[in-house]
């Protein structure tokens, strides 16, 4: 990624406020499209308007697709629908003209696609518009090279040159039947080792790797990294092929998702980015400091219930940071690895009660280590008889062995129920955690207190 200097942004700014086109067709001609959509962040809207008016249609489809959705709507919300499908549609790959249209309003979208003079592009994206934006055939372009399995070799090269023509680039060559069913995959190799063969259904490599229209962009990404490849073809229900997807559609997919996961594991309730409204991120930052606050509420009500035992044991009071944090630490580790194997397919739902158990193990373990720890610490600073040095001790190892299997069991029952089990890495854990962990440690306390009174 190219560095851009205050002295160049300084220049450019000039060279923009005196509408000196030439000069600025200098600044852009030997910069890459991403370069040039991130050279956009340090405009404003005018500024960048001017520069992208300047490109070359191809340039603009790039650039276009580089920027993030908020800059690429505003400038799409500054052009003709004319042009947007002249300019910008007509000059990308289906899947990426698909992602740009689904940005767009219902009214929007039929405009701009009236405008689109090649037909068959046209009807190509009003098929991929059909499939849910979240499934392989919402991911998928049509863009690929297809041979049937009884051409001959010369038969298939020259199908071959002509298909390219419209490609950028070529990943694999598929082979389908009459019927335009998938058969398998024609590697290139074979065209020089094999020229004279009959037919390409003798050398094409069988019962290739392939996805259905309706597979979770989830799995399709577990997909890719198990047998490492750059491209999958994609067929419907009856096998026939009808797309293909490449990897950077998938890494940018998984980018994606990454990110909207590691939002919502930290609180936010909505797709934020750091250049967002003031009003965007308030909204997207409150909901969840709410729960926290009427978690807050809870733990005071929950506290001042057990004042009495403050009263008879303030040292009681000491403690209490150190049962929420270690609970709400503990829930977010079990739930962090229960999130992550679900995501890399390493963990399996089925899977869920011996994962259940081999965490209560986990916890038995670190509750014993812990509790021990503590234990000894009190001994030496408020001595042997105190009711607090047995009650941290005992709860501390409560609190964990709770927090290690509610830690495990929310977010597999959350991926059970369909929902983003990624919630259980956020507040969730660490609120509940911190309640439950108040609970356990009071009603300890005062069991002990009312037992034994301020000394064991």
Not at 9 to 38: F, G, Q, T, V
């Amino acid at each position: 990624m190219k560095e851009f200097n205050p002295e160049y942004l300084d220049r450019l700014k000039y060279i923009i406020s005196e509408h000196d086109e030439a000069e600025a067709r200098k600044e852009l001609a030997d910069l890459h499209p991403a370069d040039i959509a991130e050279l956009y962040q340090d405009l404003d809207l005018e500024e960048a308007e001017f520069l992208y008016r300047l490109l070359d249609d191809e340039t603009k489809a790039d650039v276009l697709m580089e920027l993030d959705e908020d800059d690429r709507h505003k400038l799409l919300s500054a052009m003709p629908a004319e042009d947007i499908a002249r300019q910008v549609i007509d000059h990308l790959d289906t899947d990426d003209a698909v992602d740009i249209i689904q940005e767009l309003d219902e009214e929007d979208r039929d405009e701009i696609l009236s405008h689109i003079d090649d037909v068959e592009q046209a009807g190509d994206i009003i098929d991929l518009l059909k499939y849910d934006e979240d499934t392989a055939g919402g991911l998928m372009g049509t863009e690929m090279i297809v041979v049937n399995e009884n051409w001959s070799m010369p038969q298939c090269v020259q199908e071959m040159r002509k298909q390219a023509e419209d490609l950028d680039e070529i990943y694999y060559v598929y082979v389908v039947d009459n019927d335009y069913k998938l058969r398998g995959v024609f590697p290139l190799k074979k065209m020089i080792t094999h020229p004279s063969v009959s037919k390409i259904k003798h050398v094409m490599e069988t019962d290739p790797v392939s996805v259905k229209t309706d597979t979770p962009i989830d799995d399709l990404t577990l997909d890719f990294e198990k047998y490492n490849l750059v491209a999958m073809p994609v067929v419907d229900s009856i096998g026939r092929l009808v797309g293909q997807i490449t990897v950077d559609d998938v890494m940018d997919e998984a980018r994606e998702q990454s990110e909207r996961d590691y939002q919502l594991a930290s609180g936010l309730s909505g797709d934020v980015e750091s250049d967002d409204t003031l009003f965007h991120q308030t909204r997207a930052r409150l909901p969840w400091l709410l729960i926290g606050m009427l978690g807050g509420i809870g733990n005071s009500l929950i506290l001042g219930h057990f004042e009495s035992g403050f009263a008879v044991n303030p040292a009681m009071a000491l403690f209490i940071p150190l049962i929420g944090g270690t609970g709400g630490n503990v829930g977010i580790q079990s739930s962090a690895i229960i999130v992550q194997g679900l995501a890399n397919g390493s963990l399996d739902i089925k899977s869920s009660t011996k994962q259940l158990f081999k965490e209560l193990g986990v916890g038995l373990l670190n509750g014993c280590i812990i509790s021990l720890l503590v234990f000894i610490y009190n001994v030496f600073t408020l001595g042997p008889s105190q009711v607090t040095t047995v009650a941290v001790s005992l709860s501390l190892f409560a609190v964990v062995v709770f927090a290690s299997i509610f830690g495990t069991f929310v977010p597999l029952t959350l991926e059970r129920f369909k929902i983003d089990p990624a919630l259980a890495t956020g507040p969730f854990i660490s609120i509940t955690n911190d309640i439950i962990g108040m609970v356990i440690y009071m009603s300890i306390s005062s069991a002990l207190l009312a037992a034994f009174g301020t000394a064991v």
